[in-house]
């Protein structure tokens, strides 16, 4: 399944085909955030109205769909007019996201647009088989679970939560555990690598259980929130086989260390089938990826890699998904230009000092 978006956001043009893993890099405003977020706001509709009609092995979507990924967009960028998620740095009066799948369908937003898109299908079709959309923006919503609930319980009409923080909480809280979960050897990896597991009950809410102790979110961590939010979703299948995870910038919140053994995580996903696609600016990351691929520990033909380029103004970005590892190294040197600058400037200050030092 392959999405173009053409003067979305701060994004000029760009084309993302998803993988197995597909990651999206580039600099803060470049367009990252817009990407993910429009994937979930898409795909979480289709495939949570698509479970239950699909027929004839296609997975058909009709009307009911299409009118809830223009409430999902509304709600997910807390946006009251969908014409706001029009380009305003370029003169082209509208935004376009192209999907090719087994058919196309081109999704269409004015900029006088309010709560209506204009589509040129009445259906959309995946070519990839997933039996749900998960999000994780923030470990933090752990921390602000009571707050959120009671905000989105009470006020159901107004914005204020978008769903990215929301959804997840509310399938953590609703969700009951599997009895058997699918994967429940990743579960085990996460529980090794953060030396415990989370649980949630109604009574304490959300806690982290440690060599039989028990510690509330306020005093956890905020990176080993982040993976035990994915250990919850595995927990409750909602992380299974053929199911989708989202990841916005999963290493601000993470130790260098933490980071590695994350993505080593989400190779385990990979290889069960898990969709996964990540957002970053992280150099370690990207290098581990590297280094992932070039021990042949994970397959580079499952791998699209977007990096997002902005203009000499800085105001419009564009990019193109490609599964080269030349990409890689172009994000790399491109997260990585200012602090190579900055070692130079301090190289030649010292070349300087001791130049003085010697003649005096």
């Known amino acids: 399944m392959r999405f173009e978006f053409l003067n979305f956001g701060p994004i000029k043009r760009a084309s993302l085909e998803l993988k197995p893993f597909t990651l999206v890099a580039g ?20 495939y949570r109205f698509g479970n239950s009609q699909a027929f004839d092995g296609r997975w058909h979507f009709g009307g009911r769909s299409l009118k809830d990924i223009e409430k999902k967009l509304r709600w997910v960028f807390q946006v009251g007019e969908l ?49 749900k959309v998960n999000f994780i923006a923030s470990p933090v919503v752990l921390d602000l679970v009571k707050g959120m609930a009671t905000y989105r319980e009470f006020y159901t009409t107004n914005y204020g939560v978008p769903d990215i923080y929301w959804d997840v909480v509310r399938d953590l809280r609703n969700i ?68 989708m995870l989202l990841l916005e910038e999963p290493e601000v919140h993470l130790h260098p260390g933490l980071r590695f053994k994350l993505l080593e995580i989400l190779k385990e996903l990979i290889e069960n089938e898990v969709y996964v696609i990540i957002s970053t600016h992280s150099p370690e990351i990207v290098a581990y990826i590297e280094y992932l691929i070039n021990t042949d520990k994970l ?62």
């Open 27 to 46: 600099l803060n405003q470049s367009g990252k955030s817009y990407i993910l977020r429009t994937l979930y706001s898409i795909l979480e509709p289709v």
């Open 83 to 131: 014409g706001n998620l029009v380009n305003r740095f370029t003169q082209t009066p509208e935004a376009k996201i192209k999907i090719f799948s087994k058919d196309k369908v081109t999704i269409t937003i004015k900029k006088e647009s309010k709560k209506n898109l204009i589509y040129d299908c009445e259906e959309i079709i995946p070519d990839i088989q997933i039996e």
């Open 176 to 243: 009951g555990r599997a009895d058997s979960p699918q994967l429940e050897r990743v579960w085990k990896s996460i529980q090794k690598t953060i030396g415990g597991y989370f649980e949630y009950t109604e009574k304490e809410g959300f806690v982290f259980v440690k060599k039989r102790k028990r510690f509330g979110m306020t005093i956890v961590a905020t990176g080993v929130k982040l993976l035990g939010m994915i250990q919850l979703l595995i927990e409750r299948d909602c992380l299974r086989k053929h199911t």
């Open 299 to 360: 397959d580079i033909n499952k791998c699209s890699f977007l990096f997002l380029e902005t203009d000499e103004s800085g105001l419009v970005s564009s990019g193109e998904s490609t599964n080269d590892v030349k990409v890689l190294h172009k994000i790399m040197m491109s997260l990585t230009e200012d602090l190579f600058e900055l070692s130079v400037k301090e190289f030649e200050e010292l070349k300087s000092f001791f130049h003085f030092l010697k003649h005096h």
